[in-house]
């Protein structure tokens, strides 16, 4: 039964459970978080389609199921059903999801207090966009990345072109509407305030994080298995890591891959060509509730980002669920997640150099008492700083604040 004095909350994201993605996740264990802090959430999402090509194709107009304390409304949206889908099908599915929740709005948004749209991708912010320019609807804005810049990055839109151009003028009145921008890091905030001219008053840093509770360690630690668990994508440097194997001097290390993605097929041909077939595994999607026993039977945990500025801004949440279960973490890219790695003093950070990271896991599948010296320094340092209870009691006082105001 609900509170009828509870203050309520409605969440466009177009990722959730059982979709397999880190913000699926983030944005789950946030709502129930919220619910805990007293909220009555509801969950605007389609129905589960990420990775593309993992689920079975729904055309039920709406479903709705309950889970911890979140009621989900399942809004039909196209799902591609290709690993790699093409340029129209993505579109659909971008599209199709937030005029479906904005539909869904117009006939409900006056029953509750606020709004929080999830970006990527940014067309979910379609969905509120027309009641923040019409009506005085409290509205959080969540960014997790630069999406445009990504997509122009790694070369799915033309740099320059109409696309690009469109989408950042809808971006800009997307975010200047907006009550609120949270933001994942401080470098996210300073490029969004940069590019658009958002007013920094505006913008709330809320960093990923992990449920420290739940991705805790015991003493199941493998000494020659490093992990990677999350989407299996262009903005990570899966590549080198695998290339890194041949290049080791240990020869029983192995890499288990945990999750599926655009660049699976690629990277399957990678690893034949390479003649480590024996030693790169693949799981594939695998349940959520097995991740912890996967990162606990591991040595170290990769957070491969490629070098590029226009991932400078990021840190990916496996970094954090690592560090939870005391694995010290490879890490390359730049940015961000350098400075998280050089804080948290729970890893070592190189170049996207297979050479330079085989070396890095040498070294520490050698040294296992310097392994549980940086486990223990990330463990320390995402209780404190990133555990999601943490971080939902923060967006709570956002909202209280936006819905008072």
């Not at 989900?72 to 005029?99: C, K, N």
């Not at 699976?264 to 695998?286: A, K």
């Amino acid at each position: 039964m609900s509170d009828q004095n509870a203050q309520r909350v409605v969440v466009a994201s177009q990722h959730y459970p059982p979709d397999k993605s880190g913000n699926a996740s983030r944005v789950s264990d946030t709502c129930s978080r919220l619910a805990a802090e007293g909220w009555e959430v509801t969950v605007l999402a389609p129905p589960p389609a990420f990775p593309h090509g993992q689920f079975d194709r729904s055309w039920d107009r709406k479903t709705t199921d309950t889970r911890d304390g979140v009621t989900v409304h399942r809004l039909w949206a196209w799902q591609p059903t290709l690993e790699d889908p093409g340029f129209i099908s993505r579109m659909a599915y971008y599209l199709l999801f937030p005029i479906h929740a904005f539909l869904w709005l117009l006939f409900n948004y006056r029953t509750y207090d606020a709004v929080i749209t999830s970006s990527p991708p940014i067309f979910t912010g379609m969905a509120a966009l027309p009641f923040g320019l019409l009506s005085r609807k409290s509205w959080i804005v969540d960014v997790r990345d630069l999406w445009i810049d990504a997509s122009v990055g790694l070369g799915f839109i033309e740099e320059g072109g109409v696309l690009e151009r469109v989408s950042r003028a809808y971006e800009r009145v997307v975010l200047r509407t907006a009550d609120r921008v949270t933001v994942t890091t401080t470098v996210l905030g300073e490029r969004l305030e940069s590019q658009y001219g958002i007013d920094d008053r505006k913008i709330v840093h809320l960093p990923n994080g992990v449920e420290t509770a739940e991705f805790r360690p015991t003493d199941g630690k493998s000494a020659s298995t490093i992990v990677y668990t999350g989407n299996v994508g262009h903005a990570q440097d899966l590549e080198a890591c695998i290339k890194a194997l041949s290049e080791m001097d240990s020869d029983t290390a192995t890499l288990r891959i945990v999750g599926d993605g655009d660049i699976r097929n690629d990277l399957d041909e990678l690893v034949s060509e390479e003649g480590l077939d024996d030693r790169v595994e693949f799981t594939g999607l695998v349940p959520r509730e097995e991740i912890p026993g996967i990162l606990d039977n591991a040595a170290i945990g990769v957070a491969p980002l490629k070098s590029d500025d226009v991932l400078e801004y990021a840190i990916p949440t496996k970094a954090y669920e690592y560090m939870a279960f005391r694995l010290p973490v490879v890490a390359t890219g730049i940015g961000e997640i350098e400075v998280l790695i050089d804080e948290s003093e729970g890893g070592v950070f190189v170049e996207n150099d297979p050479q330079r990271l085989a070396e890095a896991f040498d070294t520490l599948l050698a040294d296992p008492e310097r392994r549980e010296q940086l486990g223990r320094n990330g463990r320390e340092h995402v209780v404190e700083r990133y555990d999601r209870g943490v971080i939902a009691a923060r967006l709570s006082a956002v909202l209280d604040e936006v819905v008072i105001s």
